[in-house]
């Protein structure tokens, strides 16, 4: 498995900006889809977007036109740009690695949008 260490969360006004990266172990991060996920209290945890291997991106509907997910295969990293955020962006995000449909899991960062 991928070990994955998430960073960049914090308290952002409504509007601000924020973003969020994904270091990953391993020599074969280059052939995984990597991805975000978020959970709110009493809600799913939701897909809010993944990155594949050749570079093709997919958002949830919600965060379109505002977040954009990129990744560096030299650094072995994954970054999630977050703006025009809103209150109900606030959740625990989660960095995810599949490999051929094994999932890791990073530990979660917080991000909490409030004035």
């Known amino acids: 498995q991928v070990q994955l260490v998430e960073s960049g969360g914090g308290l952002v006004q409504p509007g601000g900006s924020l973003r969020l990266s994904c270091a990953a172990s391993?020599?074969?991060?280059?052939?995984?889809?990597m991805g975000w996920y978020r959970q709110s209290p009493g809600k799913q945890r939701e897909l809010v977007a993944d990155?594949?291997?050749?570079?093709?991106?997919n958002y949830a509907d919600s965060v379109k036109g505002r977040f954009v997910i990129s990744r560096d295969n030299v650094r072995n990293t994954v970054y999630l740009q977050m703006n025009n955020l809103k209150p109900e962006d606030t959740a625990v995000y989660y960095c995810?690695?599949?490999?051929?449909?094994?999932?890791?899991w990073g530990q979660g960062t917080q991000v909490t949008v409030s004035s």
């Open positions: 995810t690695a599949d490999l051929v449909g094994v999932l890791s």
């Open positions: 990155i594949t291997r050749d570079f093709t991106t």
């Open positions: 391993g020599s074969i991060f280059r052939f995984h889809t």
